[in-house]
């Protein structure tokens, strides 16, 4: 742990319990002092959360457990590397994906996109699920989509998906992270975040269309 001497706790936390304590702050007292009290409790805050993540990404749950373990390791091994002024939330998305990769390179049994959660982490104009987005008004996406998810269309759609886009992909629409989050997690721009995501769609829409076609009949 970091050796430099500083005060601590500093002034804006006071002597109020850990449980009301920032992420940040958190983090920052396990760099300073070790105290495995800060760590344990950023665990409790992100146990289900990024579990939750781990399993819908790799579609296991022995996968996702031994990722989420080594995620935390990693932020055991790795936390005089945070920098001040980022935010633990995404780094924490950072280390755990990083950790899914891993896992998926040792077992190619990749995880599925929720196919019905609603995203609102752009625009009004861009809120919808996936299958919204998928389809088009006019072609009643739903029910051909929903037919297409029976077939596992879908599910082999998002597989053959390069992994730049499905992971903007999963961390968009199954996690619900604001682009700007994706963007800090994955370490690029908000705009490629963008442009991957919209990527990913028009991808999906062609390997299901050459499929089964939407809309025609």
């Known amino acids: 742990m970091n050796s430099t001497i500083e005060q601590w706790p500093p002034d804006c936390i006071g002597s109020a319990p850990r449980a009301e304590w920032s992420d940040e702050d958190l983090l920052r007292e396990y760099q300073w002092t070790g105290q495995r009290k800060a760590f344990e409790e950023l665990v409790r805050r992100y146990e289900r959360e990024l579990y939750n993540y781990l399993r819908h990404y790799l579609g296991d749950a022995q996968m996702a457990e031994d990722a989420f373990q080594a995620t935390f390791l990693q932020v055991h091994l790795k936390c005089d590397q945070f920098e001040p002024g980022r935010k633990v939330r995404p780094w924490l998305y950072t280390v755990a994906t990083n950790q899914a990769i891993d896992a998926q390179r040792r077992n190619r049994r990749h995880r599925m996109v929720s196919l019905d959660r609603r995203f609102t982490g752009g625009s009004e104009d861009e809120e919808g699920t996936l299958v919204e987005m998928l389809g088009g008004q006019e072609s009643e996406p739903g ?69 089964h076609p939407v809309g025609h009949g």
Do not use: C
């Open 143 to 211: 029910a051909e989509i929903e037919r297409a998810e029976a077939r596992q269309d879908v599910r082999q759609a998002v597989d053959r998906l390069p992994d730049p886009l499905k992971h903007v992909l999963v961390l968009v629409y199954y996690q619900g992270l604001k682009y700007r989050e994706v963007a800090q997690a994955l370490g690029i721009p908000v705009g490629t975040v963008k442009s991957r995501l919209h990527a990913a769609i028009r991808k999906l829409e062609s390997f299901l269309n050459t499929t």
